[in-house]
Nanobody, 123 residues
């Protein structure tokens, strides 16, 4: 099974950028659909973005569309979420997740999770 470790979180002012990385070990990320999900205090975990197992399809939550970009680097065995034009409502713990399905857009469809990385956006 795969182990996932996120990095790149931190504090940033509104309008700024952060780059989240998810390093995988144990198995190749090319074996999984990969996603980023987030959870803000007092709120349910929500889908942010995903990339298909084959890498040819991506999807974004409406709230981040046009600002966030997901990509995968199979050679480095990692997935990246580039976050631009950050808003205060993006503040949350961000989780990297892997699914054995070809595609996954709901948090229940992911079997493997990282420990999460905190993103705080101040206005």
């Amino acid at each position: 099974q795969v182990q996932l470790v996120e990095s790149g979180g931190g504090s940033v002012q509104a309008g700024g950028s952060l780059r989240l990385s998810c390093a995988a070990s144990g198995r190749s990320v090319s074996s999984y659909a990969m996603g980023w999900l987030r959870q803000a205090p007092g709120k349910e975990r929500e889908f942010v973005s995903a990339i298909s197992r084959g890498g040819g399809y991506t999807s974004y939550a409406d709230s981040v569309k046009g600002r966030f970009t997901i990509s995968r680097d199979n050679a480095k065995n990692m997935v990246v979420l580039q976050m631009n034009s950050l808003k205060s409502e993006d503040t949350a713990v961000y989780y990297c997740a892997a699914s054995t399905r070809p595609w996954a857009s709901r948090w229940r469809e992911y079997e493997y999770w990282g420990q999460g990385t905190q993103v705080t956006v101040s206005s």
